[in-house]
């Protein structure tokens, strides 16, 4: 039997490490990576860090490159080289490369990793100079290119969400003025608004000003790349420089031509196997619908952590090793200035959306013993079921030891746990770090006791 040849679409999160994870399961497979932009593998998590200067070496974000790929793993990645089209009947790919040559590639099984693009909604002169997006290395550079030669004095942000904030941060680090547009009532979606309250409160002290439940009606050029954004409410802005992060969207038109089947909120359809409705296709990453464990509902969770791990499971399907995808819950982090904040699960109004009785506590713990010199207080709100206390999600925002109880409270809700099985976790203790009740013991302790009927909240 031949060896088998596996193409993959799209070389970053979802891509690589399906392509890895190949080579490591079978060492006779031909496998290529085609990548449309100049880059595989890289951190773009990290690219509003290197706009700031904290991440000092741009080399730094480029986890891995073709040649590394090939030395280390005897993978084939092309960069500059988009997929135009699939022909499911021949199992073939048709790839265009920097040049415009086309060429025409088979296949045994396809991996499509595309992931998603930037939303740009048709505004009026939202294409001109000095307006951009942040998605890839290229994005990066083109941003630091225009604050090298024109040194901008004021900028701003048209979108509230991880990477908005993310940039006004480290745009300010760069001693630049900026102003956040959120069309919403609050910034970071994923938290409810009382929560995200206490970020804006923080955002505005430290001198980003943060204009809420306001869009985007035009933009406008004043020359070079002066922008003049008037928003919907008709208050008009003045810029050297705008950064679009209103958010993104699967990018499905490869697989949608191909006739694969497109899910009902727009992302690719997958079986727990990361398998299409063509049984030599399997898509991962943000391109794909997945299921929200606590709702069960197909939901969009365009984040690096589920990419890599679906291109795993793809890659062991693909290898006879039948591997499922058990769902996504959304957990995340964002640094603000002093603050930290994270999530993981549902918020209010996904648990009334999906109709689930939900009750839900606030609690504002210190992040380690207060006799210990330097705790901080944290604010947790939890959200669990009223009928079995099942824990549905949890919000932390703090200045220290967000990190450590998001991640506790996201295995115990992956684990089904209840707000009783909170109380009796064992956790790592000393005055440095803890406290003898935990915080996440906190969160049981508060829950249960609403549960029981022991308390009445105000």
Same mark, same amino acid.
């Given at each position: ?14 891509? /690589? ?8 399961? #079978? ?52 960069? #500059? ?120 409160? &923080? ?69 727990? &196997?990361?398998?299409?409705? #063509? ?84 609690? &504002? ?49 992956? /684990? ?13 203790? /000393? ?28």
């Amino acid at each position: 039997m031949s060896p088998k040849r596996v193409l993959i679409v799209g070389g970053v999160a979802g891509g /690589a490490s399906c392509a890895a994870r190949l080579r490591r399961l #079978d060492e006779s497979a031909e496998i290529i990576i085609f990548e449309k932009g100049p880059y595989i593998s890289f951190a773009n998590c990290g690219l509003p860090y290197h706009i700031s200067g904290v991440i000092e070496e741009r080399s730094s974000l480029l986890v891995q490159t073709p040649e590394r790929f090939k030395q280390a793993f005897r993978i084939e990645a092309r960069v #500059d080289s988009e997929v135009v089209s699939i022909n499911r009947t021949a199992r073939t790919i048709d790839v265009r490369d920097a040049a415009g040559r086309t060429c025409t590639e088979k296949f045994d099984y396809l991996v499509l990793a595309p992931g998603a693009r930037p939303i740009k909604p048709p505004i009026p002169g939202i294409d001109l100079p000095g307006i951009h997006t942040l998605r890839n290395i290229p994005d990066m550079d083109a941003i630091l290119a225009q604050i090298e030669k024109n040194v901008p004095r004021r900028a701003l942000v048209i979108g509230g969400g991880y990477i908005g904030v993310e940039v006004a941060e480290n745009l300010h680090a760069r001693g630049i003025d900026c102003a956040i547009v959120e069309k919403l009532p609050q910034v970071m979606p994923p938290i409810d608004w009382e929560m995200a309250n206490i970020l804006h409160e &923080h955002l505005r002290a430290k001198g980003i000003a943060v204009w809420l439940s306001d869009g985007v009606a035009s933009f406008a050029s004043d020359g070079d790349f002066a922008i003049t954004t008037t928003l919907e409410s008709g208050r008009r802005v003045g810029a050297d420089l705008v950064i679009l992060s209103i958010g993104v969207r699967p990018d499905v038109r490869l697989a949608r031509e191909a006739g694969l089947t497109i899910g009902s909120i727009g992302g690719i359809a997958v079986d727990p &196997h990361m398998l299409t409705n #063509d049984p030599h296709i399997y898509a991962v990453g943000d391109a794909v619908e997945v299921t929200n464990i606590v709702t069960s509902a197909e939901a969009l969770i365009p984040m690096a952590g589920p990419a890599n791990r679906q291109g795993r499971i793809a890659a062991d399907n693909i290898c006879g090793r039948p591997s499922l995808y058990h769902g996504s819950q959304g957990t995340s982090i964002v640094k603000v200035f002093d603050l930290t904040v994270a999530t993981t699960g549902i918020n209010e109004r996904q648990a009334r959306a999906a109709s689930i009785p939900y009750s839900k506590v606030y609690i &504002h713990p210190a992040d380690h013993a207060g006799y210990y010199p330097h705790a901080f207080q944290m604010a947790i709100k939890a959200l669990f079921r009223t009928d079995d206390g099942r824990l549905l999600g949890a919000q932390i925002i703090g200045p220290k030891g967000v990190d450590k109880r998001i991640d506790v409270l996201a295995v115990a809700l992956r /684990a089904g746990l209840t707000v009783y099985d909170l109380q009796d976790l064992e956790l790592a203790y /000393a005055p440095p770090y803890g406290s003898a009740k935990d915080a996440v013991n906190m969160v049981g302790f508060v829950a249960a006791n609403a549960l029981e009927g022991l308390v009445d909240y105000v």
